[in-house]
Structure formats: C-alpha cells, structure tokens
C-alpha cells in the first residue's frame, strides 16, 4: 500500500462525488418531462419515434403494463440477438469469415447481452463477426442499461406518487433514457477514447510478423463505439477476450480512469434523482453515503489483501535474502498495478459491470473473497445503472420495516406505511437470488460429469470458481473467476450455457417483477405526514442501520459458502497448501 494508491483512489472518489448533482439533476428532468438543453434537437426526433411506433406519449401504464412492456420488449429484443448470432456467418460485415455461433453458445450469450449480464463463455475477436457485435451486442448494451434505468425511475415513482394506479409509461421512459442519456454520451465518450488510441473500423485484422519470425494476427474493429456503451451501461462485455487489461480497449492512464469514472456516474447520479423526484434531498445523500462506505471499505480491503506479499514466496524470500518482496502482481497488468487493479475490481463488482482489467482468480483469498462478496451484496454499492438503485431501495423499505419494529410503531417511508404487501415484495427480491445462486452451485459442485471437469483448481478454490460463476451470472455482472473453463467437453460447455444462460434471466426479470409490484402499490397509497415516532431516512442513522441490514443479510445467507470457500483457502495458504 503506497500514498499514490491512496492519491489515486482520493481522486478518484472527489470527482465521482462532483458529478452526482450535476448528473443526477439531469436524470430527473429527462424522466419527469421537463425541458432539457438538448429538446431543441432530439425534441422532434422523439415525437417521429412515437408517432412511428404507434405510442401515446400521455397514455401511463400500471406496474402490470409496465413490467409486461419491459419483458415483451427483452424478448423480442433477445430473440434477434440469437438470431444474429446464429446467421453471421451468411451476413455481411464478417471480414475474418466466422462461422455461426452454436446453439448453446449463442442462447447464453443472447441471455447474458439480454440481461445486462455480458457474461462470455467465448473469445470475442474469434467468434464474434463485426456485425454481431455492433448489431447484436452493443445495441443489446444500450437496451438493457435502459430497462435498468427506467425500472428505477418506475419505483422511485411509485415512491413519489400518492393514490395513483399508475407508474409511467415504459416506451416513452426507454426511449428518453436511450435518446437523452445513453447514446448521447456514448457519442463523446467514444470519441474520447478513440482520442486515447482505441481502435473504431471494419478493417480486416492486420498479420504482424514478429522478431521470432512468426505471425501474429492482431484483432480490431470497431471497438471505441462498444467500450463506451460497456462502461457507461455497466455492462463489461469486452470487444476482446481480454477484456479492459487489452490495450486496444485501455491504451493509458486516461482511458483506465475515464472507463472506472463512467461506470459508476449513472448509479451514483441516480441517489440524486431519487432525493430530487421524492422530494426528499437527504434522503438521497444518505443512500449515497451508504453506497460509498461499502465502496471503500471494499477497496480498502482488497488493496490491502493484494499489497501482502504470499506467504510461501515471502517465507522462501527471507531464506534467502532476509528480504520481502512487494504485494501480489499475479494477473495485474503491469501498467496498472496492484492499486489500480485492486480499485477496477472493486468498482466492476460493485456495480453489474463484468470489465476487469485483471485476473480475480489470481488474486489473493482475501481479496478474491471480497469481489466475490460485492456481487453477493445484491450489486447495491452503486451497482448497475438502476439495478443498483431499485436494489438498493428494496432494502430501504426493509431497513425501515425493521426500525418499525424495533419502536413498536407501523412503520412509514416518505409518508408511505410500509405494510405486509410490501415486505413480503422486498423479501421475494432478496429471496430469489440466493436461491438461484445456491441452488445452481450445489448442482454443478456435486456433479462429477458437468460439473466438476470445468474447474482449474480443486479444494476451496475450486468451488470458489462455481460459485463465483453462478454468483456473476445471477447478479447480472458477468466479470469471471477465470479458472472455471467449461470448454474442456461439449457436454459440459453445454450444461454450463443453459444453466447460467437461465441463471442470468432469474437473476433480472423474476427479481424485476417484485420491484415492479412494489412500485405499484406504494404509488396507490396515501401520503401521511411524518409523526413524531417517524423514523428519518435523512441521517446518518439511517445510513448505519442500511448498511447494517445489506451486509447482516448477505453475510447470513452467504457465510457458509464463503467459509468453505475463500476464508477455507485464506487459512490453508497461510499453513502452506495452495491449490
């Protein structure tokens, strides 16, 4: 651990802290209707849209209507991806003549674009023609980060509204979050990054030969446009297998912060919006300062864990030279380093962003416990564009239930009671993902045929690897432990697409449909005023007693899995075995 570490994470943390107003101010003029500075260009186009699709602009919908446009939309959306992928190699754009991408293949990856997940069982460069990942990927990142979005800002309607039977309207909310927000700066980030070097064509990849004398074929294409929409969405999907550590998508400093900046602007914009829309300011800023703890306290742990120096190269190192060496530059970029890297992995996993910039399976039990444990969370430390916030407000409602009653007292939110209907809605969300992920990796641990071939360690870490898989997948964050290949066998490839393809799916739409139910019915109940018993949710109490309940039901639900898992490998390694 260095004071530039510290520098760089201090920086880091100001200028995110800067753009929260300022994004956040925005966000709710563009979903409350009002004017914005960019109406006089994309005003008419909007209107053409509707006018073209057939949508009443005025016309709202209940949270039924709503939820039902959203998965109506995914589906279709989800069906042309597979299609695409399965057709490429018949369709145009595809220089390095690819062939179509297999059935199994092809459903878990139109399920992971799908889902905002962005999970890749493949080699982007070797699989994916330039059509398929323009056509099918990136449009799939803008899609899915709109769905995001917009499935907040339907819950914090819900939040604000009072006897209402509606929560918005889904096409006039996506094509808004699309038109003014997501394509918009996707425009001048990618330009940005084409600035820093990121390759943005359909050449052919280029034969280099090297000093050896052999041949080396360097991939491109175009990059720039699918690197921007990744961070900006919290999507992660790389355009190459080595994702944001490739030079091509992360040619220098300046690219490295601009990509970590961008994927938490919008999460962290969207605390600003909810106090805003709500009425309630403070409540906003306390829900950021929840976010942020976890965010430190992640980084801080993870910096730490990769600054030690492992125990087996230290204690052969003071044999020898009676010196220790630094921390742990296994699968670090070199042009990263160890606090980079460990602020990257802690940013990508607490948001629904599978970018990595190096390898979590090598990094130490510790710390690969920790990234682990930031998507066991709920990816609710900022998290995915909206994901994070409606997640994160599902323990809201459950952090104010449990203050209710701990004073007796029916508890209330905003001038909303929170009553049975609506725990029992925020205990289904919390519910359905542990469900899946552990439900999942007990299978696939205890299946010596499906299972178990894919892994590269054994012992702890290997059902580490399981599990963080299925734990990406179901969170929607699509980052990898690396050491799972289920490419070693057809059979297993297979059993691993379908699953994870199905984990992914659970993971953001049987979870949306609670967060959609609640939404609805706090928007048909009556706001009461505030009485003296009210417990505040503009505090810093409040921010204590959230960060209590994140992390007592995370730690409940996933302790014994981490146990046998990580902090099992944290306490062989330190007696000498590895794995």
């Given at each position: 651990m260095s004071a530039n570490g510290w520098l760089q994470f201090a920086l880091y943390s100001l200028i995110l802290l800067a753009t929260v107003r300022p994004v956040g101010a925005y966000l709710a003029r563009v979903f409350e209707g009002q004017h914005t500075w960019l109406d006089p260009v994309l005003g008419p186009l909007e209107r053409l849209i509707y006018k073209l699709c057939g949508v009443n602009a005025k016309e709202e919908m209940n949270w039924r209507e709503y939820a039902f446009a959203m998965l109506g939309f995914s589906a279709v959306s989800m069906l042309a991806t597979y299609g695409i992928e399965r057709l490429q190699a018949h369709l145009p754009w595809n220089p390095q003549a690819l062939a179509g991408v297999g059935p199994?293949?092809?459903?878990?990856?139109?399920?992971?674009?799908?889902?905002?997940?962005?999970?890749?069982?493949?080699?982007?460069?070797?699989?994916?023609?330039?059509?398929?990942?323009?056509?099918?990927?990136?449009?799939?990142?803008?899609?899915?980060?709109?769905?995001?979005?917009?499935?907040?800002?339907?819950?914090?309607?819900?939040?604000?509204?009072?006897?209402?039977?509606?929560?918005?309207?889904?096409?006039?909310?996506?094509?808004?979050?699309?038109?003014?927000?997501?394509?918009?700066?996707?425009?001048?980030?990618?330009?940005?990054?084409?600035?820093?070097?990121?390759?943005?064509?359909?050449?052919?990849?280029?034969?280099?030969?090297?000093?050896?004398?052999?041949?080396?074929?360097?991939?491109?294409?175009?990059?720039?446009?699918?690197?921007?929409?990744?961070?900006?969405?919290?999507?992660?999907?790389?355009?190459?297998?080595?994702?944001?550590?490739?030079?091509?998508?992360?040619?220098?400093?300046?690219?490295?912060?601009?990509?970590?900046?961008?994927?938490?602007?919008?999460?962290?914009?969207?605390?600003?919006?909810?106090?805003?829309?709500?009425?309630?300011?403070?409540?906003?800023?306390?829900?950021?300062?929840?976010?942020?703890?976890?965010?430190?306290?992640?980084?801080?742990?993870?910096?730490?864990?990769?600054?030690?120096?492992?125990?087996?190269?230290?204690?052969?190192?003071?044999?020898?030279?009676?010196?220790?060496?630094?921390?742990?530059?296994?699968?670090?970029?070199?042009?990263?380093?160890?606090?980079?890297?460990?602020?990257?992995?802690?940013?990508?996993?607490?948001?629904?962003?599978g970018a990595v910039n190096g390898v979590h399976d090598s990094f130490t039990p510790l710390g690969g416990m920790v990234v682990l444990t930031n998507i066991m969370l709920g990816e609710v430390v900022f998290g995915g564009v909206g994901a994070g916030m409606y997640g994160i407000l599902i323990f809201v409602v459950l952090s104010v239930f449990i203050a209710g009653l701990m004073v007796g007292r029916t508890p209330e939110y905003l001038g909303k009671k929170i009553e049975s209907y609506d725990v029992k809605m925020s205990m289904l969300y919390v519910l359905i993902f542990p469900l899946i992920i552990l439900t999942l990796t007990a299978v696939f641990v205890l299946s010596p045929t499906i299972g178990l071939p894919a892994l590269s360690n054994q012992g702890p870490h290997g059902l580490t690897e399981i599990l963080y898989a299925f734990t990406s997948a179901t969170g929607n964050n699509g980052s990898a432990f690396a050491g799972l290949n289920a490419s070693v066998n057809p059979t297993t490839l297979w059993w691993y697409d379908v699953a994870m393809g199905w984990a992914m799916l659970g993971g953001r739409f049987l979870m949306a449909i609670p967060v959609f139910a609640l939404a609805g019915n706090l928007a048909m109940k009556k706001s009461v005023p505030p009485s003296p018993g009210t417990f505040p949710v503009d505090g810093s109490l409040f921010t204590v007693l959230l960060i209590g309940v994140i992390l007592i039901l995370g730690a409940l639900t996933f302790f014994p899995a981490l146990s046998l898992g990580p902090i099992l490998e944290h306490l062989l390694l330190k007696a000498g075995q590895v794995f």
């Open positions: 199994d293949l092809a459903w878990n990856t139109a399920a992971s674009f799908t889902t905002n997940t962005n999970w890749q069982f493949y080699t982007p460069e070797t699989t994916m023609s330039y059509l398929t990942q323009m056509a099918a990927l990136a449009t799939h990142n803008f899609f899915s980060a709109a769905v995001g979005i917009v499935t907040a800002i339907a819950l914090i309607r819900g939040i604000k509204r009072t006897t209402a039977g509606t929560i918005g309207n889904f096409w006039v909310d996506a094509t808004r979050s699309l038109l003014y927000v997501l394509i918009p700066a996707s425009i001048v980030y990618a330009l940005l990054l084409v600035a820093q070097g990121v390759p943005q064509n359909l050449s052919a990849y280029v034969a280099a030969h090297t000093i050896e004398g052999q041949t080396q074929t360097i991939g491109q294409g175009p990059v720039a446009s699918q690197e921007a929409i990744k961070m900006l969405g919290t999507n992660g999907g790389g355009f190459f297998n080595a994702n944001s550590a490739h030079p091509y998508e992360n040619p220098t400093p300046v690219s490295n912060f601009l990509q970590i900046l961008s994927i938490f602007i919008i999460p962290a914009g969207l605390t600003y919006t909810l106090g805003r829309m709500t009425g309630s300011p403070g409540h906003g800023w306390a829900v950021l300062a929840a976010m942020f703890i976890l965010f430190a306290a992640g980084f801080t742990t993870i910096y730490w864990a990769e600054s030690q120096p492992h125990p087996l190269i230290h204690g052969a190192a003071q044999a020898r030279t009676a010196t220790a060496p630094g921390g742990n530059m296994e699968g670090k970029e070199v042009r990263n380093g160890i606090a980079e890297s460990a602020l990257f992995a802690t940013i990508t996993t607490d948001a629904s962003c």
